[in-house]
């Protein structure tokens, strides 16, 4: 076991929590599986796991993106960045919801599908924020109760803004300059610890997971299951593929080998927020991207990016228009572009809410609401698959624009085996 790195013990956990939660999916009738096996054995392993990661979330984006915006000598590079990260984010999410469309249209997913078949979840529908409160949420009036909320969009300005005054600063503060950069080495250090539980973290999550899911409610509206999956997968190998050989001129199989631990994270957990930190330090460390690009694209991307969601969006869309039989109209596909954008951006980035996010789509062109609770039943299963992708499509960015800012370092790894 020692001999195994943490990429294939994390691999081990995941395959082997699959393998156990499906056995124990057959005795859940048993009370002591169900009591001491599945809710308290699974279930304690993997929130131990989710709980300690989700502890240094917002440290170390705090500090990361105060290091990262200290250490840029011009401002306006920043603004360069900044601008470059949200049309990347942006336009990726448009060609993932154009693919999801292309393959709802290809699977016909809700045809032949009778309403009485699909267990119907009971949905509760948030209300959404309007552009102008997101806006000005992004600055925060007490930061504390920022931090202590997570809002993250109000952390990421009030960081950059620090990290900015004491860039202007420069010479006049030294110690505080070493300092943060020393606290930030602390954190990535306490990312490296926690992360020696993952493996037996993702084991509890997943293992808990197939056990308590109930593969009826997949049967029919497997189809759109399959539907979100493929569309996923074109994603991945098409738009991100592309962007990775032509753009971020990376080899794909490098980058899955050293990403592929955070895309299992995002798969066991269906958090991209709790991926983050074990994101950036993959980003940072093994391949090399500075902190200056990375602790700006990843933090921004985990609450802004949703690639995935936005592809589950689309699907979804398709499946219940067709279920209930509505032909959707050209306009309507223009609408769903635009709103899933939005929605997929609003969408927090913990299990379950792309789904409730939906809703903002379904009001749009005017599909029922009820419509969520037909995917409801089955959204456990495709919030892992669309999870893996959001955390994926936040680390391409952060490879293309750190190219394209020259910003790569060479991992030390790749230097010495040179
Ligand atoms: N679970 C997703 C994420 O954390 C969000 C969603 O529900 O779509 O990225």
Redesign the pocket.
């Known amino acids: 076991m020692k001999k195994l790195n943490l990429t294939n013990r994390i691999f081990i956990g995941l395959i082997s929590g699959i393998i156990l939660g499906i056995i124990m999916h057959n005795f859940t009738e048993i009370p002591f599986i169900k009591t001491y096996v599945i809710d308290f054995t699974f279930h304690f392993m993997g929130n131990i796991f989710i709980r300690s990661i989700r502890m240094l979330v917002i440290p170390l984006v705090i500090f990361s993106l105060i290091l990262g915006a200290s250490g840029i000598e011009d401002v306006s590079k920043l603004g360069r960045i900044g601008i470059k990260t949200l049309i990347f984010y942006l336009g990726t999410t448009a060609v993932a919801i154009l693919i999801s469309l292309f393959v709802g249209n290809l699977i016909n997913p809700g045809l032949g599908v009778e309403l009485s078949s699909i267990e119907n979840t009971k949905i509760t529908i948030s209300q959404s924020k309007s552009f102008v409160q997101i806006l000005l949420g992004m600055i925060p009036v007490n930061p504390i109760e920022s931090m202590a909320k997570g809002e993250m969009l109000s952390i990421i300005t009030f960081s950059i803004i620090i990290g900015v005054a004491i860039s202007l600063l420069n010479d006049k503060i030294p110690v505080v300059k070493k300092i943060v950069s020393e606290i930030n080495i602390i954190n990535l250090k306490l990312v490296e610890m926690v992360m020696l539980l993952a493996p037996f973290g993702v084991f509890g999550l997943i293992a808990q997971t197939f056990a308590t899911l109930g593969y009826a409610a997949i049967i029919p509206i497997f189809k759109y299951l399959l539907a979100v999956v493929i569309a996923l997968l074109l994603h991945a190998l098409i738009t991100y593929q592309g962007l990775l050989v032509f753009v971020a001129k990376y080899n794909p199989l490098t980058f899955l080998k050293k990403f592929s631990p955070v895309m299992i994270l995002g798969f066991s957990t ?4 709790a991926c983050l930190p074990s994101s950036l330090k993959t980003m940072e460390e093994d391949f090399g991207v500075s902190t200056t690009v990375a602790a700006f694209t990843l933090p921004l991307g985990n609450t802004i990016n ?1 690639d995935g ?1 936005a592809i ?1 969006q689309g699907v979804a869309t398709i499946f219940i228009a067709q279920v209930y039989g509505i032909d959707l109209t050209m306009g309507n596909y223009v609408t769903i572009i635009l709103t899933a954008t939005l929605a997929s951006i609003g ?1 927090a ?7 409730i996010m939906l809703g903002m789509v379904l009001t749009e062109i005017g599909l029922p609401l009820e419509g969520i609770g037909l995917v409801m039943g089955i959204d456990r299963v495709v ?1 892992m698959f ?2 893996a992708i ?1 955390v994926t499509g936040d680390a391409i960015c952060t490879l293309v624009i750190a190219k394209t800012e020259n910003n790569i370092i060479e991992p030390l790894e790749n230097i010495t085996s040179k």
């Not at 269906?270 to 927020?273: G, I, L, M, T």
């Not at 980035?349 to 789904?355: A, E, K, M």
């Open positions: 269906s958090s991209s927020a949703m969601t589950m969408t980035g913990v299990p379950g809410v792309g789904v919030d669309r999870t959001n």
